[in-house]
Every structure is written in structure tokens, then in C-alpha cells.
Antibody, heavy 120, light 106 residues
Framework: QVTLRESGPALVKPTQTLTLTCTFS??????????VSWIRQPPGKALEWLAR???????YYSTSLKTRLTISKDTSKNQVVLTMTNMDPVDTATYYC????????????WGQGTLVTVSS | DIQMTQSPSSLSASVGDRVTITCQAS??????LNWYQQKPGKAPKLLIY???NLETGVPSRFSGSGSGTDFTFTISSLQPEDIATYYC????????FGGGTKVEIK
């Protein structure tokens, strides 16, 4: 079955760089049409899409955050890594990774999410 | 960027009621619109894709309709397990989520 799990620091300081890893199983990112997306959710607020990486290594970023985000994949390890630079307290959120089907734009399997707090 | 305006932001209804949520896109997105359900402390779950298609395993009391800029999500008969926040999501140009609709039992 398809599973995804986010990992990374629970606490980062302002101005630091956040690195999150999504480790998945049950599908391959070398399969045509497969993608992995990152989405975040500040406490009590709505979902916000961050980035997506596709099977062919195409990458897409949120317009408002593109200067701070980098997404990459390691197909052999079944991992996708998201880095976000210059962290600020407003970036405190639960960060999710999700399998996304390119043609349908649907994120059909999600990780449980990881809460990242930005505080000095 | 495409903006998604969801309404209402919250609603309270009785078990068995018909519940309707609307989502309006800032520009034509054809039918590139999905709906998700999120229960407290859990990851979102895909319910409807391409505006009106029910994801496998999702109860038939959930439905979606619309195209272009105006979309509707309906629960035909609200059940206690449907208490959650519902989000629309466009994928015509990158991805944008609506602000969410919190559904509670009256």
C-alpha cells in the first residue's frame, strides 16, 4: 500500500533553513505521471500548497514562496526533500507531503504531517 | 495566481440535513477542481476530483458539481462522521486551496 512519512526538525530558529524529507513506499517516482507535493497548514488555518516535483524532475513552486523553496528527489531512496530558507515564526505549521497524480492534480495519499515551530 | 473563495467559512446543521458549500475561482478553471475532507488532527482526504467525480470508497452522499468559476459541494444527508473541514483545490494553474468550511452538528 502507499504510505508517506515526513521527517525533519520540530523546532527551527528564525533565519535558519528548514529541511524536510518525505519518505514514501508503494509507488515509484520514476513512474510516468507520479508526483510528490508539499502542503502546509498553520495552526487553525487553511491548507497552503508549497511545491511539487514530478517523475520527469519537473518542479513547481508556490508563487509567493518560490524564492525560498527548493524541492528535489532521490528516486533510488524513495525520498523527496524540501528546503525552505530564511524561516520566520509565520512559517510555523504542520507540513505534509502527498502523492499527487499529475493528470488529475489530485493528492490521493498524504503523510501524517510534521509540526515545525519557528521560534528563538 | 488563481484565488479560491469558499463559503460559508463555517456552518452548523442537523443530522440528515442537506449541506452545500460553494467555491468560486477568480478565473475560469474548467473542471480542474478537487474537494478534500480534513478531520481534526488528521491529514486531508480526497473526496471529489475533477469537480464531480467521486473518489473510490467515498460514500455516495458526497457530490460535487460546477465548471468554469463556480463549484458546489454537497452532502445529501449529513452524518455525525462528516464533522470536518472541507477544502476546495484548483489545479488549473499551480495549486490553490480555498479557505475551508468547518461543518458542525447542530
Amino acid at each position: 500500500q502507499v504510505t508517506l512519512r515526513e521527517s525533519g526538525p520540530a523546532l527551527v530558529k528564525p533565519t535558519q533553513t528548514l529541511t524536510l524529507t518525505c519518505t514514501f513506499s508503494g509507488f515509484s517516482l520514476s513512474t510516468s505521471g507520479m508526483c510528490v507535493s508539499w502542503i502546509r497548514q498553520p495552526p487553525g488555518k487553511a491548507l497552503e500548497w508549497l511545491a511539487r516535483i514530478d517523475w520527469d524532475d519537473d518542479k513547481y513552486y508556490s508563487t509567493s514562496l518560490k524564492t525560498r523553496l527548493t524541492i528535489s528527489k532521490d528516486t533510488s531512496k524513495n525520498q523527496v526533500v524540501l528546503t525552505m530558507t530564511n524561516m520566520d515564526p509565520v512559517d510555523t505549521a504542520t507540513y505534509y507531503c502527498a502523492r499527487t497524480i499529475a493528470a488529475a492534480g489530485t493528492s490521493d495519499y498524504w503523510g501524517q504531517g510534521t509540526l515545525v515551530t519557528v521560534s528563538s | 495566481d488563481i484565488q479560491m473563495t469558499q463559503s460559508p467559512s463555517s456552518l452548523s446543521a442537523s443530522v440528515g440535513d442537506r449541506v452545500t458549500i460553494t467555491c468560486q475561482a477568480s478565473q475560469d478553471i474548467s473542471n480542474y477542481l478537487n474537494w478534500y475532507q480534513q478531520k481534526p488532527g488528521k491529514a486531508p482526504k480526497l473526496l471529489i476530483y475533477d469537480a464531480s467525480n467521486l473518489e473510490t470508497g467515498v460514500p455516495s452522499r458526497f457530490s460535487g458539481s460546477g465548471s468554469g468559476t463556480d463549484f458546489t459541494f454537497t452532502i445529501s444527508s449529513l452524518q455525525p462522521e462528516d464533522i470536518a473541514t472541507y477544502y476546495c483545490q484548483q489545479y488549473d494553474n499551480l495549486v490553490t486551496f480555498g479557505g475551508g468550511t468547518k461543518v458542525e452538528i447542530k
